[in-house]
């Protein structure tokens, strides 16, 4: 029997055989080993097995055998060098990678409070959809057939607009599906950075276009036309005047005029409103992108009038301190003064706790100095807008956001150089290749009048040649047009034929 040869001859045997060829393995073959890796099929499918840093790999490779040598002698070599496998991934279950990518948020990215949470709701949806419809539990093991069907679910669920828990729910709309989509693929391109997808898989979400998503049922942008900005104004109260003439002469977010503070914000001598971050008060501006805006001089009349006599506080209080003359509890403390408060709040709310506080409990205690300086709510600015365009007839509109819309379309209707409405806006820059940076963001705020198309055409074509032969074709014509344009010589040319 062959156990009873010499083991030189057995090599030469198995040498003769072609068993250490560089020719593609036999398929008779069912394992090989190069160096530390080990190859075995199972069934039809390649399998390499090795061990890397304490940990037992056994990743899929394909029905291709010499693909898995190929693979093998290259993880074989990246284990000798100490470098990390390429077939390596760290599985992890889908609610595991979840946190992890919100911690990544947290502590890396440092992303706004607002921005994680808005994240963690997108993502409550696969995480229900996964304890309820199709139990997948690993990350890895969900295909783009899965995030599929998690889009057929999200057409089916029904939810509060805004979030609000006695809001009558309705059909999620298609930007919703969008943003929920986007971002988990953004979850998903995070697993892979991290490797725990394999070194092929693709991002489910990707496959399915999850950005390309069209958007049909979307709420769409109101602009008011110069009759009813003028009624809306009118309409206006002593109090809602000055906030709704700044959010429509300076284009600034509700957010935004929410969190400015006297007398650094608003600068009536220089004629500026800044826009700047307050992270010590738990706000900043959406982009972290602070800016300054130049009040057009009757906004800085109107402004001077609103704040007389207030040198600290936010520049627009809630409507209780203008009509009821409530004083609020932190009257009369500036930012610097502000910022000490709310740090001695948060040092007796972590002694309380015996432990230190996260960014939302710190965002909490900052949310009560803002109380505490009577400061406005955005809700508040969006129900006085509803019922302000009730009043003058414009029931559709429903999002003061549309006034920083008119804005931008103002100034695109005045042709101001867009880089310089790009700065007004706030919008974040191009630097750095950052999504929705540069230009683009502002051209989403930007809805061009039919009117002004045509006149921009008009003086963009009024030279050609085509429009001065055109006009000399019209004056040969002159005496039939005159005719034609006549009083009741369309009757008679219908009544002649």
Known sequence: GRSRIHPFVAFLWRFAAGEFSEEPMPQTLSSFRVGKVQGYLRGRIWYLYYHENGQRRRPRVGPDAHAA?????????????????????????????????????????????????????????????????????????????????????????????????????????????????????????YAA???????????????????????????????????????????CDEWQFPIFLTLMLTGVRPGELCHLLLPEDLDLEAGLLHVRNKPRLGWQVKTRAARSIPLVPVLADVLRVAVYGRQTGPVFRQPRCERLGHRPALEGLDRQALEAEASKRAEAEQHKLGRGLSRQERQSVALKIWRDVASLKEDRIRNEFIRLACKVGVEHATAPKALRHLFATSLQEANVDPLVRNLLMGHASGQGGRPGGGLGMTAVYTHTQMETIRQSLDEALARRSASTVGRNWMGNHKTTTTRMLMPGAISSASSGS
């Open 69 to 189: 040598r190929r693979l093998a002698a290259q993880t074989n070599a990246q284990l000798e060098s100490g470098d990390i496998a390429v077939l390596s991934f760290e599985p992890v279950s889908i609610p595991d990678l979840r946190q992890r990518w919100l911690e990544h948020h947290e502590h890396v990215q440092r992303s706004s409070v607002n921005t994680i949470n808005r994240y963690r709701t997108a993502t409550d949806h696969l995480i229900r959809f996964l304890r309820d419809v199709r139990p997948v539990r690993l990350a890895s093991n969900f295909t783009a057939r899965d995030a599929e069907a998690f889009v057929r679910h999200l057409r089916s669920v029904e939810v509060a607009p805004n979030g609000h828990a006695h809001s009558k729910k309705r059909k999620l709309l298609d930007k919703g599906v969008k943003f929920i989509c986007e971002c988990c693929r953004t979850l998903y391109m």
């Open 193 to 235: 950075k991290r490797r725990h997808l394999s070194a092929y898989a693709e991002n489910p979400f990707t496959a399915i276009g999850a950005g390309e998503m069209p958007v049909d049922d979307a709420k769409p942008i109101v602009l008011f036309t110069a009759e009813q900005e003028q009624k809306f104004l009118e309409a």
